[in-house]
């Protein structure tokens, strides 16, 4: 049976991450499974509320940043210390919804493509203010075009992919928003699927439009240098 550790990065989600929690705990993944908190070093009651948890949800393990690193440090750290051969990263703020989690686990397992590595949420209706789904589809629009990663929503932090691939990849600092394009780098193949959307109920997000469009556009000529200097080794054969 394949072992799930479901990777989830928070910074300041004080009052998100219980009922996140929560609803994990209800679904059926028909496998072993852990959930793995990463604070970011919060400032706010995350930790002590994700603590609270631990009674009702053994299953549960919490780690906590001695400073703050950013959501692709969190991922990392996750995925680090994950005991499971599957990773599933969802973002902390309660607006991806869990209930999607066993569909694109099932599309990785149960796909014939032996090269597949990733399947990539989707949020093809999001429920965000027009100004965020507007600039949202200009960056995946513009990535697109220079990275051809053939993913539509690489901002969507439900995904689901192997282990092996993520601590593969090279490390950088927003390098969770080019997942689908490092993989392929390696050589893995990646597909999308449409997950829901929901609205945020409590907190506010940790992006805004400009630094997210600045940073953005210096990530991608960096992950089209990464993609120009890689090469995909094959092995004949290892006596």
Known sequence: MTKISIVIPAYNE???IGTLISEIKQLELNSVYEIIIVDDASSDDTYANTLKMKTAAPELRIIQHESTYGQSAAVATGVAHANGELIVTMDGDGQNNPADIPRLVNALLSSKNN????VAGFRKKRDDPPWRIISSKIANSVRSFFLRDQTPDTGCGLKVFYRSAFISLPFFDHMHRFLPALTQMQGGDVISVEVSHRARIHGTSKYGTLNRLWVGIIDIFG???LRLRSKKVT???CD
């Open 14 to 16: 004080a009052d998100n």
């Open 115 to 118: 090269n597949l590595r990733m």
């Open 223 to 225: 992950v089209s240098w």
């Open 235 to 237: 092995i004949r054969r």
